[in-house]
Nanobody, 115 residues
Framework: QVQLVESGGDLVQPGGSLRLSCVVS????????LAWYRQAPGEQREMVAR???????TYVGSVEGRFTISRDNAKNTVYLQMDNLEAEDTGMYYC?????????WGQGTQVTVSS
């Protein structure tokens, strides 16, 4: 059974940084396309960043240049480095793994950006 466990969410001031981690167990990690999504209160869940099995990243425009997604296949972990955080980045952040028609989600980690 594939499990995704996120960590690293916290309360941070505008302009601050956080690094989120997602450990994936029970599957062929190196074959997954991995992504981070976020959901603000009252909003739909949106993709923030994605990284393919060969390490190619893509980002939503609002985080381009501020967020960096990376993966460590030896540790079965995907990271999201978030710099220069803004209040609009507040939300629950979820990790997602895709392989062919299979999709797996984590339970999420809360990020709150506030002064």
């Amino acid at each position: 059974q594939v499990q995704l466990v996120e960590s690293g969410g916290d309360l941070v001031q505008p302009g601050g940084s956080l690094r989120l981690s997602c450990v994936v167990s029970g599957g062929a990690f190196r074959l997954y396309t991995l992504a981070w999504y976020r959901q603000a209160p009252g909003e739909q869940r949106e993709m923030v960043a994605r990284i393919t099995r060969d390490g190619s990243p893509t980002y939503v425009g609002s985080v381009e240049g501020r967020f960096t997604i990376s993966r460590d296949n030896a540790k079965n972990t995907v990271y999201l480095q978030m710099d220069n955080l803004e209040a609009e980045d507040t939300g629950m952040y979820y990790c997602r793994a895709d392989l062919a028609i299979q999709t797996f989600w984590g339970q999420g980690t809360q990020v709150t950006v506030s002064s």
